[in-house]
């Protein structure tokens, strides 16, 4: 389990980067509202994975 909480957890926070500089630049271009509403809800939903993901590897390594 260790070497898969290594890797997923940062798979999931760069999940999260990424989706925000998505959105960043985005706006900084002048891009579409619809789409920055898109990118910001799926940045919501994949911090709340990433949230998810860590408290289990925080609690499955405290077992």
Same mark, same amino acid.
């Given at each position: 389990?260790?070497?898969? /909480? ?7 926070? *760069?999940? $999260? ?7 960043? %630049?985005? !706006?900084?271009?002048?891009?579409? /509202? ?7 809800? *799926?940045? $919501? ?7 998810? %993901?860590? !408290? ?8």
């Amino acid at each position: 389990m260790n070497t898969i /909480a290594d890797l997923i957890v940062p798979i999931a926070v *760069l999940a $999260v980067a990424f989706v925000l500089l998505l959105g960043l %630049v985005n !706006m900084l271009r002048g891009g579409s /509202a619809n789409r920055s509403q898109h990118l910001m809800r *799926l940045r $919501v939903l994949l911090q709340f994975i990433a949230i998810v %993901v860590i !408290m289990a590897v925080i609690w499955w390594k405290a077992v």
